[in-house]
């Protein structure tokens, strides 16, 4: 029900929503779980296994029980937690994991069958008989497992990534959050503060205090431009060097509409972090605590003040703490009626103005669909107390999830009877407030002044004067008290359904690790990931083994924090975010000469230029391969990879990576290198450039530019992290052009005004009509060839210059088909040929890897097998007469019958040569390179391809390297 003057929703703003059918009213600033409540709905869900009727438990993202599916025009999202739902106009939602209908779901039946559906009854039922398995038992789990369901149709939603950098991230905007924002904002540090709540303020929003000072703090932070507030922002996860994710609900509040981003998942790197994520209250393992009605005592506290509602008319608390009594003088100033509170406490104080029992636990309760009735035990005499809410309060979990996320562990603390974090877990981090133990509102202000202040100091930022407010500052006092002993079920985990009993079986079978109890009984598996019930899981484990809590230690906490929709996390994944259309800055100009366009590692790329007359492609082919060889051509090679590589350790960075050494190479030179992965097979090939004394630029293929960049970062994390080496890819920031041919000197002196000459496999900084660029004397082609790069903004207009001044030498423009005839001529190698599964010895390159140093793949690359007579080995292939080859054709002896044991080799790279008049291939056969001037046979059953070939040398034209090196 709703009481007036309480709460912080706008009475002014009447919303309308519907919940399994039935429409109902709430206001703006309502939750799922307050207009619910507000309107006496108290079943909200059914629980995983026994299907038993449940309610809200919380007030915020640990939420097990409201778990409901939020339908839209386009989809249907399940397992929305219904206390972070917010309440828009027309917002319809539905009850899951119930057939037919909510209060009367068939499957409760288990609930029945509960003693023959204890912990680990599937692994011991479903064994016999065997061939019952796929036709029966596993449909029959399969239909039963999970909650929520999905549409089954494609999610239309939009989603979005971002990412973000600041000095200190805060993380929770409660009063720990809020004064250390406030203190690092004064100061000048750039400050993101994230809290996953609509509205940032934490407990002071539940407790209603200190509001006037929470409304000037977030008024001075938005003020401030070097401050961000992030709400509705939950931070899932904490991983290397200082990087966050988080999660926001950009649109997830307001109605449907098309274009509005329903999520976007956030990258945040921070030099420094502090958690203030407060503390989670958590449950007592008594007879009947799950029902309707059942909830926390904070939680009836925050529903008061923030949403002024109260889940009943009678409310009744349990606690083992102090903090229960902070809610029940709330609800008594708001005259609602506090029949008693149950304190476990033998010398708990008293609370004026209320009955409280002294010494007293409940033992258990009535009512089907909602709590009607509790059972106390007080001085070994059982009453009942009719009331329809019970608000528990078994202590408070500081909630270290985030510092646990690098592999920490939290510590057991006596006193507070919960883990805290471990100093250090996470670097650069500070957990403050109540994420560290420290409960009182005065206590977490002066907490996070306190980790700003060293956040500061770290930064090198000088700490600015931030008053703090007057505040409660009580002492926080708990008798622990984890299960009320009692021969019925008592539950633990509500999501999943485990009971005190599940824990203690788990133990008397064996299964005592904490790791072992979890997986046997599913304990903390649930949507929840067990943040209200882990730690009196662990206790009643402790319990059953005779072991403390601390030696039994806590199951591992992994990101995301909260659940991340996949969606979220794959933002621009789809269709062409998931495969991007990659674009020359030529390719207009391609397009006007009439290309047609060939995707090659996601860029487009023109296949071929035709000229009027020319009726296929092998026409305009040809002619592109004899003007490169007799005149110029001019082919756009940008979408090679580039990285840029800098530092003192740049050229021992290399060493380690390619084969061959490179920290030798003078400035101004380039040289080939070969790269291999750790199993001793080739990753890539390509060039790499001396620029300056600590200077790299790499040159990789265009299919594994991102694989590279990726093993880089790998090599460089992995085995020489502290080494003086930074590289970026820039493939994107150069256009860059191959100009090759007997005339590519030529051309490329009128562009530059100056003579081109520069020695083979050498680079020079350039300066053509007044834009800086970079010119290489390398050659794809094997004729004299140079690259000339220029920033991208210049690429266009370089393209079509150096096309018009090669058109007027008897020249032009060639594509990918004649790019891939002049390598196979020249014997050059593509990831046809290091498809994954060749080494250096393979592709005859066995002496690139040098003998005076270690390098990746090394030791791999001379294991037995790597090496030898018997391992396929790349070769030239020529027909003996003018059939075409195909690639992908199996090589066999002439003999030899045509089954897969007798294949010797295959087929990688075929062509037609203009230049050879001849069609050749590259191939890999069984010692191939001591078969030269064998005849072997050809086959390619599936285009009934049946050719001898000549096996050669893989280098067709111009062996020696003459014109290569003219």
Not at 651 to 671: E, I
Not at 818 to 832: D, P, S
């Amino acid at each position: 029900m709703r009481i007036d003057g309480k709460g912080s929703i706008d009475r002014t703003r009447p919303l309308s929503f519907t919940f399994d059918g039935r429409q109902y009213a709430a206001y703006k600033g309502d939750t799922l779980a307050s207009a619910l409540l507000a309107n006496d709905v108290r079943l909200v869900g059914r629980s995983f296994k026994y299907h038993r009727p449940r309610g809200v438990l919380t007030a915020g993202s640990e939420e097990p029980n409201a778990l409901v599916e939020v339908v839209g025009p386009a989809n249907v999202t399940p397992n929305t937690r219904a206390t972070v739902q917010e309440v828009f106009e027309g917002l319809e939602a539905r009850s899951q994991n119930r057939w037919p209908s909510l209060s009367w779901d068939v499957m409760e039946v288990n609930d029945l069958a509960s003693p023959f559906l204890s912990a680990g009854f599937y692994y011991k039922t479903f064994m016999w008989p065997r061939r019952f398995w796929e036709g029966l038992y596993e449909p029959l789990i399969r239909r039963a497992a999970g909650l929520g369901r999905l549409s089954g149709k494609h999610d239309e939603g939009t989603y979005e990534k971002a990412w973000a950098y600041c000095d200190l991230l805060v993380i929770g905007a409660g009063p720990t959050g809020l004064a250390a924002a406030l203190a690092a904002g004064r100061a000048g540090a750039k400050v993101i503060l994230a809290d996953e709540g609509s509205e940032m303020g934490g407990r002071l929003l539940s407790d209603a205090s200190l509001g006037d000072w929470r409304v000037a703090t977030l008024a001075e932070l938005e003020s401030l431009p070097n401050v961000r507030l992030m709400t509705r922002t939950t931070v899932t996860g904490a991983y290397d060097d200082g990087t966050f994710g988080a999660l926001e609900r950009v649109g997830l509040h307001r109605r449907p509409r098309p274009n509005l981003p329903r999520e976007c998942f956030w990258r945040i790197v921070a030099h420094r972090s502090i958690l203030a994520a407060g503390a989670l209250e958590r449950p007592i393992a008594f007879a009947g605590n799950d029902r309707p009605g059942i909830m926390m005592a904070s939680a009836l506290s925050t529903y008061l003040n923030r949403y002024g509602v109260v889940p009943g008319r009678s409310v009744t608390f349990f606690a083992n703490n102090d903090s229960a009594r902070m809610a029940a003088r709330a609800l008594i100033a708001a005259g609602v009626p506090v029949t008693a509170i149950l304190d476990s406490r033998a010398d708990a104080p008293d609370e004026p103005g209320t009955m409280v029992h002294k010494g007293a636990v409940v033992t258990g309760t009535r009512g089907r669909l909602g709590l009607r009735q509790i059972t106390m035990l007080k001085n070994g005499q059982e009453t009942t107390i009719e009331t329809d809410c019970l608000g528990m309060s078994g202590g408070w979990n500081p909630s270290v999830h985030l510092t646990c996320h690098m592999n920490g562990r939290p510590r057991w603390s006596e006193d507070l009877a919960a883990f805290v974090p471990s100093e250090g877990a996470v670097p650069g981090l500070l957990a403050a407030g109540a994420a560290n133990g420290t409960f009182s509102t005065h206590g977490c202000l002066s907490a996070g002044l306190a980790a700003a202040q060293d956040s500061l100091q770290a930064l090198g930022l000088k700490a600015a004067d931030v008053a703090l407010p007057e505040a409660e500052d009580r002492p926080y006092g708990i008798d622990p008290l984890w299960a009320v002993p009692g021969k019925k079920r008592a539950w633990l985990d509500f999501a999943n359904d485990v009971t005190v009993k599940d824990v203690a079986l788990s133990a008397q079978e064996g299964f005592r690790s904490v790791e072992h109890m979890k997986r046997y009984t599913t304990q903390g598996m649930a949507p929840d990931q067990g943040k209200n019930s882990n730690v009196a899981a662990l206790a009643v484990l402790a319990d059953a083994t005779g072991r403390g809590i601390r030696e039994t230690g806590t199951t591992t906490f992994r990101p995301p924090y909260t659940p991340v929709s996949i969606a979220a996390m794959g933002a621009g994944g789809r269709a062409e975010g998931f495969a991007p259309q990659r674009f020359l800055t030529s390719d207009q100009a391609s397009r006007d000469r009439g290309a047609p366009m060939i995707e090659a590692g996601l860029w487009y790329r023109p296949s071929y230029f035709p000229k009027p007359g020319e009726t296929t492609w092998r026409q305009s082919c040809d002619r592109e391969v004899q003007m490169v060889r007799f005149a110029v051509g001019v082919a756009d090679v940008s979408t090679l990879g580039k990285i840029d590589i800098q530092g003192k350790d740049a050229g021992r960075f290399l060493d380690l990576v390619y084969t061959n050494t490179f920290s030798t190479l003078s400035v101004g030179k380039v040289r080939y290198g070969l790269m291999l992965r750790e199993d001793g097979h080739v990753l890539d090939d390509g060039t790499t450039a001396r620029l300056a004394e600590n200077h790299w630029l790499m040159t990789t293929t265009t299919a594994a530019a991102g694989l590279v960049m990726r093993h880089l970062d790998f090599v460089h994390q992995a085995f020489c992290a502290n080494w003086d080496v930074r590289f970026i890819s820039v493939t994107e920031a150069w256009a860059q052009f191959a100009v090759a041919g007997p005339k590519a000197r030529d051309l490329l002196s009128s562009a530059l005004g100056r003579d081109a000459g520069l020695p083979f496999m050498g680079v020079t900084d350039i300066t053509i009509q007044g834009v800086q660029g970079r010119l290489f004397r390398i050659s794809f082609s094997g004729e004299e060839g140079y690259e000339i790069a220029v920033p991208t903004r210049y690429g266009e207009a370089l393209f079509r210059d150096l096309t018009a001044r090669a058109e007027t030498m008897g020249g032009g423009l060639y594509g990918m088909e004649a790019l891939n005839v002049l390598r196979i001529e020249k014997g050059f190698i593509t990831h046809a040929e290091i498809h994954g599964r060749t080494t250096a010895f393979d592709i005859g390159m066995a002496k690139m890897v040098s003998a005076k140093k270690d390098c990746i793949g090394k030791a791999a690359a001379a294991r037995p097998g790597m090496v030898g007579d018997h391992r396929q080995q790349l070769v030239g292939l020529k027909p003996l007469s003018d059939s075409p080859l195909t690639a992908g054709a199996h090589l066999f002896a002439q003999n030899a019958d045509l089954t897969r044991e007798n294949s010797a080799g295959y087929v990688t790279s075929v062509c037609y040569s203009p230049t050879l008049a001849s069609h050749l291939a590259l191939g890999f056969l069984q010692n191939g390179r001591a078969r030269h001037g064998e005849t072997i046979r050809l086959v390619d059953r599936l285009r009934d391809i049946d050719v001898l070939c000549l096996v050669c040398d893989p280098i067709f034209h111009d062996p020696q390297g003459e014109k290569l090196r003219a």
